[in-house]
């Protein structure tokens, strides 16, 4: 933050200390110890004074004799809403209105040629102007020039104060009655000066439009009139305290700086309020100032805003964040009473995604909200619904007597889950889902957040792999291959914010030898030397929701990786990314998609994106739409079918899919002897060159295998033959030496190291 060459030395020349009379001081008493540290003779000065100026409470700027900022403290910055390369090198006079700026030149030049002998204080001189924000907007600003020597040169000091209204009200409170009234009446809360006796002695014409009573109806009143009689009670002495006890020694004394209560107006109305309070030296003790506001439609506003932040938009239910608050405060109330028990229920509906991905998203979201519905009113008085996200429920079920009584309340939500859904609009109504549900105890199961939900969790995952529509109360000694899924899918999660995975390539080359693509394979190489193959971790991704994550994170370091290629001058490789199902087909994946692609900066037509003939044969209609849909937004980039041959795509539909290649999937490559496997790759080579799409054998282990793809004119090929998939700068070794017209892979191009690659 601070310009390194403003650390305070000391020079041959000495500063004196001004005298900032503690009584009316305009700042605070760390500018004074900031202005001492500037005094003080060898190495101490360095240190003391960056950490004044850094974390002094008041404004300060250093500036050169020609006004030119040097460096500027984080309350100047937070305050004025500059950033400090905003400033640098620039003319202060800049954030100065026009009318202001040549006084303000007078004044830094004079304080510039001040010399004074050692001890000798110089003149307190405050300049008044207006300063200007980034955004053009102004304020009244008073600001007090020193000159200092600092690093041995000579700079001067700006200690910058932003005139409130508030304080001035009091300031002129001190000069003149006249001129206390006249201005409390420019603004519209109300003001009022009570004494001793908290009577009231003055109310301006915003009390009346406050509280709804005329001033004559509020001078000589007692000021409890306005406030509900057990809240004046309650604060009567508190009140008292701010007549004798100063703004700056307020915290210490536990007050502070304002106070909302609520207030009753004229008509009876009671509405809050808030209230802050001065107490000038003139009238200290005798008087205080207070200003009203009403704070009713502030009040609403932050309800409405909490509603919104604590609960489901779509649904209406309670969201994640308030599950988790009103949790904790159902295990922080186990502390007073241990014989009281709750329950957990996580629900996950069963079929949802197969209706979602079929009627549309529309008709999905009125089934969720139907089905919130029914939920919510199954339970008791006392149990709340929450939407977790996506089509996961949660319910916290207070003050239960043993766990049958959550058994009832589950049963009864199962009953109502499993009675047809009639979707306005949808063709085919009405529709069924049903519900997995995982039931867990507290305290029996766990008395923190994680542990609870942990145990929930798992008995939910136990539901839907004992067949799905079942409720199952967690218990210990459960699968621990469902508890296991659970402690992966948390790790996965923390392994995204440690930065553990990985991106690995494998180069996918022509018949010549010759890299044309690589595919992106993901890695997941542990902080404790491990490896998690993605046959092990993809799928609990899958399952728990996080393959979101995963697949974001894998396409922007694609396509950074990608456009690190182009900046090689190596524009005629693609990277291939493969797409989860999920991730496929979640809403707003387009959009997402396009977006990344466009900001990466990399040619769309150097991307492919791969999808596996099983996602692609659930809804084939949909995925078309959607395909070519990517494909207008980002002309260039092409689609790929993946492992094809596993699944059951018939020929009309893969006719009618946008896609650009065919993936071979590598068990048959791997087994092309047998007779079957060479016949059904035969197929898909012809349909692939009957439909013009390119197609690549995977699983290229063997010369022979590799000769038998480029006899039939198989456009691209990759396995370990080649080379094992590994980090972006080992291929890059390898393209390199193709830019230079060596083969990539050695002799005869690069087949005969192939196998030690």
Not at 35 to 61: N, V, W
Not at 441 to 447: L, Q
Request: with cysteine.
């Amino acid at each position: 933050m601070s310009d390194p060459d403003l650390s305070a030395a000391g020079g041959d020349e000495t500063i004196p200390l001004i005298d900032l009379p503690p009584e009316d001081s305009l700042f605070s008493e760390a500018l004074t110890s900031l202005l001492r540290a500037c005094r003080k003779p060898g190495g101490e000065t360095d240190s003391d004074f960056q950490i004044l100026f850094d974390g002094s409470p008041d404004m300060l700027l250093v500036l050169g004799p020609d006004g030119v900022f040097k460096d500027a403290n984080p309350s100047f910055l937070n305050a004025s809403g500059y950033d400090i390369r905003m400033l640098k090198g620039r003319s202060v006079l800049e954030i100065l209105e026009a009318g202001y700026r040549e006084g303000f030149k007078e004044k830094l030049a004079a304080i510039s040629r001040t010399r004074t002998a050692p001890g000798e204080s110089l003149p307190r001189e405050i300049f008044t102007f207006r300063g200007l924000k980034p955004d053009g907007s102004s304020a009244s600003m008073e600001c007090l020039l020193v000159p200092v020597r600092i690093h041995g040169r000579s700079w001067v000091l700006a200690a910058i104060r932003n005139l409130t209204l508030e304080r001035r009200l009091l300031e002129e409170l001190r000069e003149s009655e006249e001129q206390y009234a006249a201005l409390s009446e420019t603004i519209s809360e109300a003001i009022f000066r009570i004494d001793e006796n908290l009577n009231i002695l003055f109310a301006n014409s915003g009390a009346q439009s406050t509280f709804g009573y005329s001033r004559d109806e509020l001078v000589g009143q007692s000021f409890r009139m306005l406030f509900p009689e057990e809240v004046f009670r309650t604060y009567e002495d508190v009140f008292r305290k701010y007549f004798y006890v100063d703004d700056k020694d307020r915290p210490a004394m536990g007050l502070r700086r304002t106070l909302e209560v609520l207030g009753v107006t004229k008509n009876r109305g009671v509405t809050p309020m808030e209230m802050s309070f001065g107490n000038s030296k003139v009238f200290k003790e005798r008087t205080l100032t207070c200003i009203v506001r009403d704070i009713s439609h502030r009040k609403t506003l932050e309800r409405k805003l909490r509603h919104l932040a604590y609960h489901d938009r779509l649904t209406g239910l309670a969201n994640r964040e308030l599950f988790h608050e009103d949790l904790q405060a159902a295990l922080s109330g186990l502390e007073k009473d241990k014989t009281r028990k709750h329950a957990v229920l996580f629900m996950d509906l069963d079929g949802f995604k197969q209706i979602n991905d079929t009627l549309g998203h529309d008709r999905g979201d009125r089934l969720l909200v139907e089905a919130a519905r029914r939920i919510r009113d199954s339970l008791r008085d006392a149990d709340t619904a929450y939407r977790l996200g996506g089509d996961e429920f949660t319910a916290l079920l207070s003050g239960i007597r043993k766990v049958q009584d959550a058994l009832v309340v589950a049963e009864r939500i199962q009953a109502s889950i499993r009675q047809p859904f009639f979707l306005e609009g949808a063709e085919d109504a009405p529709v069924s889902v049903g519900v997995s549900i995982g039931i867990a105890v507290i305290p029996d199961d766990g008395t923190t957040v994680l542990e609870v939900t942990k145990c929930a969790d798992i008995a939910m995952y136990r539901s839907k792999d004992s067949g799905k529509g079942r409720c199952t109360v967690y218990d210990p000694a459960m699968d621990a291959r469902v508890a296991e899924r659970w402690r992966m899918a948390q790790e996965i999660r923390t392994a995204l914010v440690r930065g553990e995975f990985r991106l690995y390539y494998q180069p996918i080359v022509d018949q010549g030898g010759m890299i044309r693509g690589m595919e992106a394979l993901l890695r997941w190489p542990r902080q404790d030397g491990t490896a998690i193959p993605p046959s092990v971790f993809v799928p609990v991704a899958e399952e728990s929701g996080t393959i979101f994550l995963l697949g974001k994170w894998v396409l922007h370091r694609a396509l950074a990786d990608l456009r690190a290629l182009q900046e090689r001058n190596l524009r005629d490789v693609y990277v291939a990314v493969n797409l989860s199902g999920r991730q496929f087909e979640q809403a707003g994946f387009a959009e997402s998609l396009v977006e990344a692609v466009r900001g990466s900066g990399v040619d769309p037509g150097r991307l492919r994106l791969e999808l596996t003939e099983t996602t692609l044969m659930r809804n084939p209609a949909a995925a078309a739409k959607r395909i070519q849909d990517i494909k207008d937004s980002l002309p260039g980039l092409r689609f790929m079918i993946d492992d094809f041959g596993t699944g059951y795509s018939s020929l009309a539909y893969l006719s009618n899919l946008p896609v650009d290649s065919l993936k071979i999937d590598l068990s048959f490559v791997a087994n092309l002897s047998r007779s079957q496997n060479e016949k059904v790759v035969k197929a898909i080579i012809n349909l692939g060159h009957s439909l013009e799409m390119g197609i690549v054998a995977e699983g290229i282990e063997t010369r022979d295998q590799r000769s038998y793809f480029v006899e039939r004119s198989c456009q691209g090929m990759q396995g370990f033959y080649f080379m094992k998939a590994a980090p972006l700068s080992v291929v890059l070794k390898r393209l390199e030496r193709q830019l230079q017209g060596i083969p990539p892979f050695g002799e005869e191009a690069g087949l005969t190291d192939a196998a030690g690659a």
